[in-house]
């Protein structure tokens, strides 16, 4: 018998899976998951034992030197998600293999004995019809995906609750995934509740000793239920039986890092490997997903209305292009004052921070761009500096025009921060929350942030997309969107969908408990479908002309994509490799190659970008023709080819 190894470096040369001989001194202790220390040419490397074969035909097969790991560190369907990542996503085998490797790269397995409580882990919660419809859908294991497709405020949450407490009856495991950090702790607080110590919580922001105790705790079965951002997906789970994606249209869940995984597809392989259940639910799933449910292949469970039938909160579109003056409109200026005159809270979302969006020379119209980014720089009044939001490069404002040496330097545009000063000047006494990325800057503060607004310490909450993602507060009964538009701008045929979502789930943040909401937003293209369909919560109007135009320009659910994008610090170099990648695909691809041509961003801290896109029927033949051809290029070594197997990102 012979064991499989994956060398733990990732380099083209040594990209596959070796065969080594076992000595008499381990053969009876090597298992699938131990790392082991084995001859490499003329040096020793650190490998990880991927699974055995009986025989080789491989000549000069040499010995495992010894074990480096006390315990195995992942267990045997791991591996085969491994590889199947590796093969699917067209990644490097250790890459993919680092996925499933504990935190640390050690592994210290305890024992761990549990009793099962049913009684207090199902509790006299009365469903809705509805709900129980769902609920017993899941839990009748008829299907092995299902999208739960629930506005906002339907009670998505209790459904998880219930069928993961009934997974748990029968003995098994089950993974709950949200799609950004700051969701985790109102999911953790719901699932303590009922299921107290049984959780396991994996997200990025917990410091490596905690990760890696969540992880062990996991490894023992001691926690059967795991919690977390797309990172807990490779949970080394035991008996799996189900698989939650909360806000499944999340681009979070799409990594961006080699291997360019999609948690859906990952939870849709793991519930194969385990014969588990998928459940994706959302109030806004990804055009995909919805496509696959009407088609049968997904079973659709639908949550029409909002707990105890509350309607979801009337929305009023205001027609900025007859707006002047101030960033906030006359009626949601007038809104606001009145929601904070009677005590309750409400939310304004915007999709930019800074305080200016843009800094332009009017005389000549050059915008101020970062030197190592193709992209605006916008004004921070913390800093006092214009400051990338792509790399974080700084500068001081010109006093004149780099090009024109004019002195007209206008700022345009609004961000969190100047929205932040209007409402101050609008409303003095009001007590102001900014939520963004600039003001995340400490370990749990996502946390703080959602207590301190949860429990009322602040009347007003301004944030860019955090704030449309699962918040849940009782007082707030206005939400207000400050630019609707921004989505629409981006060079990407999912523009649409993502400005339907963004607005649709924001919206949804108002009137959720026994107080009645209201929505304002405000936009430049009020006629837009995408815009017209959030203001009337009608996903269906929007699904229907969407899918119309993705089938008129052969795009996904009608076609796969690969994106390649070429990138280094070397302008000449990128173009040379983008164009002999370009050349050999079209030699094996009669069509469907498109570019190379310069990226919707085409320089990132200081990198060039070029771009080739892939389109066809057969995600396995374009693949197969990408690992072809990357055998045979020559690739300069500070030149980078980036393989995103179905791309969420088109820029």
């Known amino acids: 018998m ?39 040419g003329r040096r020793q490397e650190i490998g990880h034992v991927v699974g055995f074969v009986e025989t080789s035909n491989i000549k000069g097969i040499r010995d495992i030197l010894r074990l480096a790991s006390d315990h195995p560190l992942f267990n045997e369907k791991q591996a085969e998600l491994a590889k199947w990542l590796a093969d699917y996503y067209c990644s490097f085998l250790f890459k993919a293999l680092q996925c499933v490797l504990p935190p640390g790269g050690k592994s210290e397995i305890r024992s761990a004995k549990f009793e099962i409580n049913q009684k207090s882990e199902i509790p006299s919660i009365k469903p809705t019809e509805e709900q129980e419809k769902a609920i017993e859908a899941i839990n009748g294991g008829q299907a092995d995906k299902f999208l739960l497709y629930g506005v906002t405020g339907s009670g998505k949450t209790e459904i998880y609750l219930q069928t993961v407490a009934h997974v748990l009856e029968q003995g098994k495991s089950a993974i709950v995934l949200v799609p950004e950090i700051g969701l985790t702790p109102q999911l953790v607080e719901r699932f303590k509740e009922r299921f107290h110590d049984q959780i396991a919580v994996l997200h990025s922001h917990l410091a490596l000793k905690q990760r890696k105790l969540e992880w062990q705790r996991v490894a023992s079965s001691e926690a059967r239920i795991i919690l977390g951002t797309r ?26 890092q080699s291997p360019r995984y999609h948690t859906r597809e990952v939870a849709f392989f793991l519930s194969a490997l385990h014969r588990a259940s998928v459940v994706l639910g959302s109030a806004t799933p990804t055009v995909e997903t919805y496509y696959q449910a009407e088609k049968g292949n997904y079973q659709k469970l639908v949550l029409s209305k909002r707990i105890d039938d509350r309607e979801l909160p009337p929305v009023k579109i ?35 921070r800074g305080y200016f969006t843009f800094v332009m020379c009017r005389e000549c119209g050059l915008t101020i761009e970062c030197p190592k980014c193709s992209v605006s720089l916008t004004y921070h009044t913390g800093v006092g500096k214009v400051v990338c939001n792509r790399c974080g490069y700084q500068a001081e404002i010109p006093r004149s025009c780099p090009r024109c040496n004019s002195l007209s330097i206008k700022y345009f545009g609004s961000g969190t921060q100047r929205i932040e000063k209007e409402v101050a000047d609008l409303c003095p006494d009001a007590r102001i929350l900014r939520y963004d990325r600039d003001s995340l800057g400490e370990r749990g503060s996502h946390e703080q942030f959602f207590a301190a607004f949860a429990g009322g310490k602040a009347d007003v909450l301004i944030g860019t997309q955090l704030v449309t993602k699962g918040l849940d507060v009782a007082n707030v009964t206005l939400v207000g969107v400050v630019t609707a538009d921004t989505g629409l701008n981006f060079p990407d045929f999912r523009s649409a969908e993502h400005t339907f979502q963004l607005l649709t789930q924001v919206a949804g943040r108002a009137g959720r408990h026994h107080l009645p909401g209201k929505v304002i937003i405000q936009t430049y293209n009020p006629d837009h479908y995408a815009i017209q369909a959030a203001a009337k919560h009608d996903y269906e109007s929007f699904y229907q002309q969407e899918i119309k135009h993705r089938q008129e320009l052969n795009y996904p659910p009608f076609t796969k994509l690969i994106s390649l994008i070429i990138s280094g610090a070397s302008e000449p170099k990128v173009i040379k490799v983008a164009e002999d990648l370009g050349q050999f695909l079209k030699k094996r691809l009669a069509q469907g190659v498109l570019g190379p041509a310069p990226a919707a961003t085409p320089k990132v801290r200081g990198h060039f970008r070029h771009h080739i896109l892939m ?37």
């Not at 381990?26 to 084995?38: A, E, F, L, R, S």
């Open 231 to 256: 990172m807990a997906i490779f949970a080394p789970v035991k008996n799996l039986g189900l698989i939650v994606l909360d806000e499944e249209y999340e681009i979070t869940y799409k990594s961006e």
């Open 615 to 651: 389109k066809g029927s057969e995600l396995l033949v374009m693949s197969n023709v990408i690992r072809e051809v990357m055998k045979k290029i020559v690739i300069p070594s500070e030149v980078r080819v980036a393989v995103d197997v179905e791309p969420m990102n088109m820029h």
């Open 318 to 352: 205001v027609d900025m292009r007859e707006a002047k003056g101030f960033i906030l409109s006359d009626k949601l200026r007038e809104e606001l004052k009145e929601t904070l005159r009677w005590g309750q809270q409400a939310i304004l979302f915007i999709n930019r």
């Open 2 to 40: 012979y064991a499989e190894i994956i060398i733990s470096r990732a380099s083209r040369n040594i990209d596959k899976i070796f065969h080594y001989s076992i000595p008499p001194e381990i053969k009876n202790k090597i298992q699938i998951g131990h790392q082991v220390v084995v001859p490499f």
